[in-house]
């Protein structure tokens, strides 16, 4: 059906939805994480045989959208991905308290996503799979940022779509993407244990582990290299030039999901003239 569209509809349909869809991410972004913690605060209750905490219906759906401030209900105007915040200028109507720009960039990389992917792909099934990965990915990075969390609800869906990608799009490649799942995660896991053993610490989180898994599922095992060494390496010189510009952040954990998100974009959107070069210059 959509491929039946004409171009003037079918690209400025394609950025609606993108900013759509990323207006709901900031919507799962925003509220994921407190469910589990009401979750994880319930269960510790539970366990302890304590009184059930009396609180109100919270999940993606209700309440409805509310200023985090004032707690003002915010108008269904107000909610028109972009465009609801620049009319109020970043600003909540009720009380003027600065929203996050947090929320125009998410809904933004939703639209470009979806024209990145409607450009490469057309508009095919293949293609709404790989604009579901890249918007979970989005997600995932923006949590991580926010909370250093990357939750199994986001992560293992994410590792399973994966290996539906591959068994309907390209069969002949699921052996790859299998090993790829299960070298993602034993290569973090092998780097975590090392790097507890040698310093006493936790480089990174099992969240991390779950992702490159993920990832080695949607790409296969060929890629992992290509994604570890863009996401390490980006990561190192961020950080360092983070650390560097901000004082009171050195010592400070850094997320490095974001930059495992960042590599699985780039793989996924460009990754054959991409995995190109890399063996080339291997080779």
Known sequence: MLADLPPFLLWPLTVVLGLCLGSFLNVVITRLPVMLMVGWRAEARAALELEPEDTRPFNLLTPRSLCPRCEAPIAWHDNIP?????KRRGRCASCQARISPQYPLVELAGGVLALSVLALYGPTLEALFILGACLALLAMAVIDLRTQLLPDLLTLPLLWAGLLYQLLFQPLLL???????????LVLWSFYWLFKLITGKEGMGYGD???LAALGAWLGWQYLPLVLI???GAGAVVGILIQLAIPRLRGAPLPFGPWLVMAGWIALLAGEPLMALYTGLLY
Request: aromatic share 18%.
């Open 82 to 86: 972009l465009l609801g915040w620049f």
């Open 175 to 185: 052996p790859s993407a299998v090993v790829g799942a299960m070298a993602g995660y």
């Open 230 to 232: 863009l996401s390490a």
């Open 209 to 211: 582990f779950k992702l």
